[in-house]
């Protein structure tokens, strides 16, 4: 697979979002182990996961834990890959979503994640998600804090604004803030600013939710129709389309497109070979419907 760059990394320009194999209705370990495999294999050499992905309660870390015993029976080359987590999301195990940026609870996260994934220090450590009970700048000035001690090799933002991506890089340093994972699909382009942002500094941007959701192929099909016209042409899956479509914008990013099952990591990273005429990609970016 091409190769792009995070931080002094390199990894598969097609990453794997683990959140699909924690959350409910998610697959048995053993196939959830079989597809972190096979995504591994086929060069998605950054997986992304976080301590948030679980049902919540006694459950926390389940993403974590699994992508760590994942890798421990993996045969191929553990050093070739990039294992990438979040600290500031909750999961109370209502189903819903919390944020908590407090200092306190952040480095207890750290340590945390450092555990689960039996490592010493996190390859590269996320802010998850803004808190607005706790100042941007005080949270991540906690993963400066993490960065200086050695526990985390590389910062990371997610779900940023380009104020916050520059308050960021000013915490923690030049060159230090490495990646910035925001929600991108035909269905969200909200965060076009962002990536182009990220384009110009140098800055990895890894979109979210690619497809705009699991199981949401019909509605890519129906919704935005020029995926499907050059899917056809090509003769693949509308993901890969989607896909080859977010690698055409910059070298910096990286898609981490989610999958509970082999099939579904082997077609995603197939797209990292799929090459689309100037025609296309402008059809693509006129589709219509830009937000929802």
Known sequence: MQQ?????????AIGLGEMPMSLEGRPDEAR???????????????????????????DTGHGERLVAKALASWGGDRDSVLVATKGGHLRPGDGTWTVNSDPAYLRSAAEASLRRLGVEAIELYQYHRPDPKVPYEVAIGVFKELLDAGKVRMVGISNANIAQIDLARSILGEGNLVSVQNQFSPFFRSSE?????????????????PF????????????????TTVASAHGVSVHQVVLAWMLAKGDHVIPIPGASRPSSALDSAAAADLKLSKDELELLDADPRADG
């Not at 792009?4 to 598969?12: A, D, E, H």
């Not at 800055?203 to 939710?209: N, R």
């Not at 949401?216 to 995926?227: T, V």
């Open 32 to 58: 959830s182990i079989e597809t972190i495999h096979a995504a591994l294999d086929a060069g998605m050499t950054l997986v992304d996961t976080a301590d948030a992905y679980s049902v919540g309660g006694d």
């Open 4 to 12: 792009r760059r995070i931080g002094l990394r390199s990894v598969g």
């Open 212 to 227: 705009g959701g699991i199981g949401n192929a019909e509605a890519l099909r129906r919704e935005h129709p020029g995926f």
């Open 193 to 209: 600013a962002e990536l182009r942002y990220c384009g110009e500094l140098g800055i990895a941007f890894l979109p979210w939710s």
